[in-house]
């Protein structure tokens, strides 16, 4: 984690219009974006990461499908997370 910064191991949201996005976030510490740790659904059809220029969180869709064709490195929106 950025120092001073504490972190985490599970985000709980609510109160989202879109009913997936009302979910509890697990971390994975072996993935970061934006120099923090990401947080993912229990499918991992969602990610949370950190936008180092914005200093914000954002949640964002995972198409694992998109993610292993290109192998990384294509036009999803992981892949545009990395490298940001």
Known sequence: AAAGVQQVDTVVFSGFQRAD??????????????????YWDAGR???????????????SFHD??????????GDDPLSDALRG
């Open 21 to 38: 996005l009302n979910t509890t976030f697990l971390v994975d510490v072996s993935l970061h974006i934006g120099g923090r740790s990401t």
């Open 45 to 59: 059809n969602y990610f949370m990461y950190y936008q180092a220029s914005e200093r914000r969180w954002a949640i």
């Open 64 to 73: 694992p499908a998109a993610w292993a064709a290109s192998g990384g490195a």
